[in-house]
């Protein structure tokens, strides 16, 4: 009995240093694996010459993984037929790359992965693999260096391809639009440098762009576009940069279509400053017409009265260099009602005016039947000034700090194309007091003028602007508190706007400067700025 108990007591004694043991934390499992995956050996060697192999097989140390392939990896030059490269989504040790495209005789070829080879565990990436080879008898070994910037925001866009086009009999500035690059790379995520490596010396043209469906050709309606208008010769110990800007699509109007009674909506891409809409078909003498422009999508509305018997209308839009002849087909709808709807905010610096606009284009506005009224029951004066093409009316009067303002429009006050006239409607705006806005007074030097001066939030909105001829300081008042960037714009045609590049025309955006500090602009506080332009 005495030996069974004392067994006892050393199994709860053992049992119990075994507890305290184990409560004494968590094994680690060590150190944290950093390391990145090492290749142990390529089948053809990388940097083989004489390539004639289909199939490409990459062994390392460890089980990796390929993440973001389609974003990472750039070959150069690109190839016609994408080869395939496994595994996708599982663990590996090895890569295999199956080529089924014709390679072009004596070209040195580069897969450059980028950061997409990782290891499996911790996903440690094997930075910036390059396997390269030639179908000829040696390496090329050139380079072409520099770095993309975006011409209008401070902030470079993210895997911007840069590529060269050979200058050869065959070249035209069209190639572009039609033809894969002799070479690319690709500025990834990290950087806004760029390097072309194993360059076969020759005359080439130089292109940045940020290619949105990645198939290394020039689509206007999507891509940002760089380029160097001088075409450069390789080798070269220049250091290039590429400018990208968003180029104003080339005008082509859309298939129109009835939309609501009475009301046709017309489609287009570019610039409609200049469009035109006629009508071909017949109609009869009291027939009438209104166009007013979406405030967000790039359509024109085209309103008629009154209603006309007929199957189809057959309208000629025009713009410079453009015509076609276009059909829509009609039908009986229901016409839209006059919707008012106020414009601009309702918290109304003392600078800013109201803006009031409609669904359907306004044609009389009664002031009899308008009024304003500050908080203290008194009439505010006030005038009106009438937009057509976005069919808004702005209404202006002297504010007061810290007040409120109440617009009533009484029933008529405003009419419609269709005669339609609104119910009594009632907007109520409002004015904060001038401690809660920042000033700014900004002195230029060494300007070329004139100058489109702008603040600008982080993310590329533009707040404030003013355009300036002359030297003299520039204040801006009553600033929302937030961070800005000052933004110089070189107007160098003098049109009062930010002009972009043209690739087929040659001609690079009108340049633009930044103030090197972020202002924080902070309630009730007066900024006196000096921006010494270069």
Known sequence: MKRV???????????????????????????????????????????????????????????????????????????????????????????SIKIFDTLQPNTTYAFNFGESIVDNNEANPYPYYRYVFSTGTYIDSLQVNGSVEDALNQKPEEFVSVMLYEVDSTFTDSVIYKKKPKYITNTLDSTSTFQLDNLKAGKYLLVALKDENSNYTFQQKEDKIGFRKEIITVPSDSNYVLKLFKEVTNFKAARPKLVSGNKIAFGYEGNSETMKINLLSSVPDDFESNIMKDSKLDSLYYFFKPDIALDSLVFQVTNTNYADTL????????????????????????????????????????????SIMAKDSSNVEYATDFEIITNSYTFKFDKKEENTYKIRMLPGAVKDFFGAENDTLDFNVKTRALSDYGNLRLTLQNAVYPLIVQLVTPQGEVKEEKYTTKSEPLDFIQITAANYLVRVIYDTNGNKEYDTGNYLKKEQSERVSYYPTVLEIRSGWDYIETFILK
């Open 5 to 95: 108990l004392s067994n006892l007591i050393v199994l709860v004694v053992i049992g119990f240093l075994f507890a305290q043991c184990a409560n004494r934390g968590t094994p680690s499992g060590g150190e944290k694996d950093v390391t990145p995956p090492i290749i142990t050996k390529s089948e053809p060697k990388n940097y083989s010459t004489n390539f004639k192999a289909t199939e490409i097989k990459i062994y390392f140390d460890e089980y990796i993984k390929i993440k973001d392939l389609q974003k990472q990896l750039i070959i150069s030059p690109p190839m016609n037929l994408e080869p395939e490269v496994t595994p996708l989504g599982t663990a590996s040790k090895y890569i």
């Open 327 to 370: 059909t829509v087909k009609t039908r009986t709808l229901e016409k839209d009602s006059l919707i008012i709807s106020a414009k601009s905010v309702l918290n109304l610096k003392l600078s800013e005016d109201f803006v009031m606009t409609a669904n359907n284009p306004l044609t009389a506005l009664d002031k009899s039947k308008i």
